[in-house]
């Protein structure tokens, strides 16, 4: 699970500075520490939720094409697809959000978040998190693309469990530092990003060469054989 691990430290990267906001707006009790850190992960919990799903569903799809014959084809553009995120993430991200009624389906969520900011209870903390992990994000569409490669819905779902693991370290520490967590610092981890994503593709890469030369491996006679 080395792959979404480093999908998810270098979601947690581009997050920070898309979703920081959204984790500084979510109203926490002014009390000790620990509190604080037990809120956040409710929304923590609720993304990864999300994640898990969505990777359940994706894994599902990727079964069907592999059954079609496409596993391998899958697996190298699956890391293809995720190296080019490294580099094109934003523009990929208004994209998506310009399809046919994905912009209004975005802006529902936007509202529904809205609302829930406004409570203060530990269920709109874990539902805020919910919402905020189906919201546009390139990151996320890079681990998907690495829980279709897996072709099994439980290893879909799982496979985005662990990208939303990988999340956790850099986010939880952005939390706690508030908004000491400077520009200049998040400019400096970012340089990370593309370097990670690369890392994770070559992953996906890998396999699917190491499927192709099995197939090859199957396909040509082993020596020793009996003769007759």
Not at 151 to 163: D, H, Q
């Amino acid at each position: 699970m080395l792959t979404p691990l480093l999908l998810g430290l270098a979601g947690s990267l581009h997050c920070i500075g898309m979703c920081g906001p959204l984790m500084l707006a979510i109203p926490l009790p002014a009390s000790e520490r620990r509190v604080v850190l037990a809120q956040m992960m409710l929304y923590h919990a609720g993304r990864i939720l999300s994640y898990s799903a969505l990777g359940i569903l994706f894994g599902f799809l990727g079964k069907g094409i592999a059954i079609a014959g496409f596993q391998q084809a899958l697996s190298l553009v699956s890391g293809v697809f995720i190296i080019a995120m490294a580099f094109v993430a934003w523009r990929f991200e208004h994209l998506v959000t310009a399809l046919p009624g994905f912009g209004a389906f975005t802006r529902a969520i936007q509202h529904k978040l809205g609302v829930l900011l406004r409570a203060h209870n530990r269920s709109a903390t874990f539902s805020i998190g919910m919402l905020n992990g189906l919201l546009p994000c390139g990151m996320v569409y890079a681990a998907l693309a690495g829980a279709i490669s897996t072709t099994n819905s439980v290893e879909g779902g799982i496979f985005m469990a662990f990208f939303g693991l990988g999340t956790l370290p850099l986010l939880l520490t952005a939390t706690v530092a508030g908004r000491s967590f400077g520009f200049s610092l998040r400019a400096k981890i970012k340089v990370v990003q593309p370097i990670l994503l690369t890392l994770a593709g070559l992953l996906l890469l890998q396999r699917g060469l190491h499927l192709d030369l099995s197939l090859f491996e199957s396909a040509v006679p082993k020596a020793g054989y009996e003769c007759h």
